[in-house]
């Protein structure tokens, strides 16, 4: 089985785990993927076959694209529409106060997390302590928000945006802040991540499709996954652990040996060392 990542299209009302469950049972190989889908969720998820793991590293700051889609004059305790429901503010904002307060929320931001969230608190996750009925609190966390484009209003209540961000930011949150400049309660009602990093939804598989039998079409093989130059070096110690003398410059390599590609390099100060293994 050939290691790699395979750009798997979520269907909406399945966790993420349950993807990365299939294709380990299909592959007979540990899986996990990067950058978790909420169950309500679909679109692009890579799920990483193997020791290509590894690299998700030097892909999780990549470039996330979304269409989302916003409900207004009612919130949960989810952020979303599968949490209990709450009819707090009736008001829906005008298509032109959302396109104003958009600006608010562009650029390196602090985003408060929902508390229905992987973020740990005390060892524990935010989703659990939430289930629970626990009291806690998270801390705001730094995301970069590139755009947020109205495209449509799709009811009387609803309206679908497209969002350019960065890794770790929580659309959920988005639906939160924007509802909030308008002096409205929102919440997410749907979600499909079109975009992350290089993967892309248009060459993306539907889960239904992969089999044991065709599964290693789809698998990307990982020298194909990142982007980095190739170093060469002749003295083969370097894949003992050692660092060696090149006259590359400071950065990221991709280096091979006898049986094809190798790992990441790490070059700094003219030398080189094995930075990420793996075979």
């Not at 707090?88 to 969230?117: C, D, F």
Request: glycine residues 8%; positive net charge; hydrophobic residues 40%.
């Amino acid at each position: 089985m050939k290691l790699g990542i395979i750009n798997v299209n979520k269907p909406s009302g399945v966790s993420s785990g349950y993807v990365v469950q299939k294709i380990k049972r299909l592959t007979g190989m540990p899986c996990g993927h990067m950058g978790t889908l909420d169950p309500l969720a679909s679109g692009v998820l890579p799920v990483a076959v193997g020791n290509a793991a590894r690299l998700f590293d030097y892909l999780l700051q990549k470039k996330k694209q979304y269409i989302a889609t916003f409900r207004f004059g009612v919130t949960s305790d989810t952020l979303d529409s599968t949490g209990e429901l709450a009819f707090l503010n009736p008001y829906v904002p005008t298509e032109e106060e959302l396109k104003q307060a958009t600006h608010a929320l562009i650029g390196e931001v602090m985003q408060l997390p929902p508390k229905y969230s992987a973020k740990c608190v005390n060892g524990k996750r935010g989703y659990q302590l939430a289930r629970e009925g626990k009291a806690f609190e998270l801390s705001p966390k730094k995301v970069v928000i590139e755009k947020i484009e109205l495209l449509e209003r799709v009811d009387e209540d609803s309206f679908r945006f497209l969002i350019d961000c960065g890794g770790g930011t929580y659309i959920r949150s988005i639906a939160r802040d924007l509802a909030a400049s308008c002096s409205a309660v929102g919440l997410m009602s749907a979600l499909c991540r079109t975009q992350s990093g290089m993967f892309t939804l248009d060459t993306a598989v539907d889960l239904d499709v992969l089999t044991a039998e065709n599964i290693q079409n789809y698998i990307i093989e990982t020298e194909k996954i990142v982007d980095f130059p190739t170093i060469t070096i002749e003295n083969k110690h370097i894949f003992h652990g050692l660092p060696q003398w090149t006259k590359q410059p400071n950065g990221l390599y991709k280096i091979y040996d006898e049986n094809g590609f190798y790992g990441i390099v790490e070059v700094i100060d003219r030398k080189a060392r094995i930075k990420t293994k793996l075979c």
